[in-house]
């Protein structure tokens, strides 16, 4: 069995190469059962989580099961470990063999979560984005914001990125680690003013109250949020769903984790059929992007198995 650690993982991927193994993932399904989150209870740091995700290819679709997979992503959320300078996001990633269900390799789960995290986002962006999107404001300076910046940027012709996070000096760092890229990034600490003048927000946080104002979207702006797992976590208000064309990454997913959504649904604000497309329906044709040129999108995604699935693959396969 093969140990895959980060750098290989680098070597084997580019992130316009993984959009399109993406694409083609959702596009072509898998067997996805209900996710696993169990909730640990710390005494000295905010409470942390853990998932265990399973995920297969459809053989009896597929027809070829001696060249499918099996997969469980482990993986934990530890919010207190930024206070250490530790990431939040860790786990493994055990990759098995769909005829025989052998273990065929364990990979650094904090670096494939990143590259499909980020790679997931910048697939919808593509569909939900204006084409002709340039300002890009990134809130949330951690480990995943990096990879959001350069996956967005992969699909629209970005120009200007700026960084806010709760913490100033994070972002001034984050920003000056970036430059060289062909687009400028600053660090601002005016949220509401970022928002205000962006073409595409992308959250990564692991806010439990609302960082982003609906009255602040322009139209025509899209709207990505990434950090919100929990039924109790929110990076946007709901003006900004009320506002907002509504897609995500995997529906049952989204309606039983994500607060960004269930929270407004619960309430009676929206209904699941205000939903308008999760990534297989769009990457299928099956349901319409974004409609027009002033319509504000926003796309909500808790992280799939079967982008960790097409991932894990495509890196074993080359390394």
Known sequence: MRIIPASDIADALTVAELIEILRLAFRSGAVVPARDRHQIVLPDQPDASLFVMPVWNDFIKQGHSDRGYIGVRIGSVFPGNGDQNRPAVTG??????????????????????????????????????????????????????????????????????????????????????????????TATDDLEGAVRGADIVSCATLASRPLISGAWLKAGTHLDLVGGFRPDMREADDEAVRRARLFVDERAAVLADAGDIAQPLADGLIDETDIAADLAELTRGEKAGRRFHDQITLFKSVGTATADLAAAAHVFSRV
């Open 92 to 185: 493994v990633y055990l990759l098995m063999s769909g005829k025989t269900g052998e273990p065929l390799a364990f990979i650094d789960g904090q670096a494939l979560t990143r590259w499909r995290t980020a790679a997931t986002s910048a697939l919808a962006s593509a569909y939900l984005s204006r084409a002709d999107a340039a300002r890009m404001l990134m809130v949330g300076a951690g480990t995943l914001a990096p990879a959001l910046i350069d996956a967005h940027a992969a699909v629209r012709p970005l120009s200007q990125v700026l960084i806010w996070n709760r913490s100033p000096d994070r972002a001034e760092r984050l920003a000056r680690s970036l430059t060289g890229r062909v687009f400028s990034v």
